[in-house]
């Protein structure tokens, strides 16, 4: 079963402009990371976010983290046609070793 | 290899067909991780294996899914009598440490399979 649910499930955008996108999952958690997926074969790492942090920076990406809420955001400011993909938030579920993953947000980014 | 290393990259066979998976981890890389996925959907995990034993194969759907990892690196995904169902994108990824540990995954390619 998937822990994560992302929203929105589908995003377009122009070039330059800023994308959001948010994951809920169910369970309290060790961490919470973001991946990138290019035409449905590998993952790539993006940001790991910790329980016991609140936000997080990288380059372009922020991500935040309310555990209370069991939710996390990841924006993508001034995006690229580059960063047309689709993002997905994976969680490490305490007393566990596994990464759990959501369902994704399909990002297009429009030159 | 610099990178997780699956093959073969697609595969294709009869329904009741045996097939098995390979997976290459990252050289030093203790945890290695299955996962599934379909058209749409996120990674579904299958199992994990911290070093040579599986720490959790909680998300094998039935009997006919089996993997092992007799050395603690190479890994294989054994699929008996193949269903159309079975039928995904096969992630293999690894990590230095457990997930719990704040540590990324690294993934593969994957390994396309179709059962016709």
């Known amino acids: 079963s998937q822990q994560g649910e992302e929203d929105p499930q589908a995003l377009s955008i122009q070039e330059g402009e800023n994308a959001t996108m948010n994951c809920s999952y169910k369970t309290s958690i060790n961490n919470l990371q973001w991946y990138r997926q290019n035409s449905g074969r590998g993952l790539v790492h993006l940001i790991l976010?910790?329980?016991?942090?609140r936000e997080k920076h990288s380059g372009r990406l922020r991500v935040t983290l309310d555990t209370s809420k069991k939710s996390s955001s990841l924006l993508i400011t001034a995006s690229r046609a580059a960063d047309t993909a689709s993002y997905f938030c994976?969680?490490?579920?305490?007393?566990?070793?596994?990464?759990?993953f959501g369902t994704g947000t399909r990002l297009k980014v429009l030159a | 290899g610099a990178g997780v290393s699956q093959t073969p990259s697609n595969k294709v066979t009869e329904k009741g067909k045996y097939v098995e998976l390979r997976c290459d981890p990252i050289?030093?890389?203790?945890?290695l991780y299955w996962y599934r996925q379909s058209l749409g959907q996120g990674p579904e995990f299958l199992i994990y294996?911290?070093?040579?034993?599986?720490?959790?194969d909680s998300g094998l759907p039935n009997d006919r899914f089996f993997a092992v990892r007799p050395e603690g690196s190479v890994s294989t995904l054994k699929i008996q009598r193949t269903e159309r169902g079975d039928s995904a994108v096969y992630l293999c990824?690894?990590?230095?440490?457990?997930?719990?540990?704040?540590?990324?995954?690294?993934f593969g390619q994957g390994t396309r399979l179709t059962v016709v």
């Open positions: 994976a969680t490490v579920p305490s007393g566990t070793y596994k990464y759990i």
């Open positions: 294996f911290q070093g040579t034993g599986a720490a959790d």
């Open positions: 990824a690894s990590s230095p440490r457990q997930g719990n540990m704040g540590t990324e995954a690294f």
């Open positions: 976010i910790r329980s016991n942090e």
């Open positions: 050289s030093g890389h203790t945890a």
